[in-house]
């Protein structure tokens, strides 16, 4: 990974499920050295993994506790940033979207 790093590559993970992904060494040690993440809503048993592996508040966790869509923890390096991102539905959401329910709704149009 460092040879990735130094040519400016950015690794990058979408899991539904951290402690799979957790489950290597491996992927641990890239986690533990990663500069950028965003965490969407997670479940419990993630939660308190990802509270341990990254030093997450209480406070934090509220965060990526039963979150809306667009809610969540923004890491960058050393701060974590909550956040809320309301993109407007329309053309480029419809293009974008991956929730089930906004996806029948376009195909019943």
């Known amino acids: 990974m460092e040879d990735a790093a130094q040519k400016g590559c950015v690794p990058s993970a979408l899991r539904q499920n951290v402690k799979d992904l957790l489950a290597s060494w491996e ?8 500069d950028f993440m965003i965490l969407l809503s ?7 993994i990802l509270a341990k592996q990254l030093g997450i508040s209480e406070h934090q966790l509220s ?3 039963q979150s809306n869509s667009g809610e969540g923890l923004l890491f960058y390096g050393s701060v ?8 407007p539905k329309g053309e ?3 293009l974008l979207t991956t929730r089930p329910e906004d996806l029948n709704h376009e195909e019943k149009a």
């Open 63 to 65: 965060f990526i506790t």
């Open 42 to 48: 997670q479940a419990q048993s993630d939660r308190a």
């Open 92 to 94: 480029i959401y419809d």
């Open 80 to 87: 974590t940033i909550p956040f809320v991102d309301r993109f």
């Open 27 to 34: 992927i641990e040690n890239i986690l533990g050295n990663t």
